[in-house]
């Protein structure tokens, strides 16, 4: 008798940029050094509010019911200054200052998980826009405008690999309560 193998979803909350915040990404992608790593397809730009991780249908369910339940706030946050996590070789956009707001959905995520029973990976949140991946070191740039990020809500998102390369799909939007 085979056995089925239960379905596995591997999810994170995120804020998705619009159409503007995506055209200024794009010109600090452009901006960027010639060759420098493996950068970021601008459709899969985002900003990860906390990693669900991989999880089983039981789990992704409490989490997507429930996240209705977070608070959700209209936040415009300025990505001025460009990082880098060397260990996981990523080139990063990020604020120089995080707006409270953004911290309380951040947080009221990290709440959401712990009522589903998903052990938080970390829970320091560092917004940030991965820009480029397989980077060790921030490159010489030339100086550039901030990026001014416009949030309304956040994005229960999936992560898909294929053969070529990792997709996100969005599977619920959570949005500014009217």
Known sequence: MKTVEPRVRRLFFAALPDRETRAGLATVLRALPDGIGRPVAVENLHMTL???GAVNERCAYCVRDRADQVPRFHVDVSLDRLG???EA???WLGPTAT???LLEMAG???LLLKHCGIALDRDDFRPHVTLARKVYDVPAHDSFRPVVWRSS???LMESISSPRGVRYRSVQYYGVPR
């Open 50 to 52: 906390v990693f669900v």
């Open 84 to 86: 880098c996590f060397r």
């Open 89 to 91: 070789g990523a080139l």
């Open 99 to 101: 707006p409270q707001r």
């Open 108 to 110: 009221g995520l990290n």
């Open 153 to 155: 809500g956040f994005s």
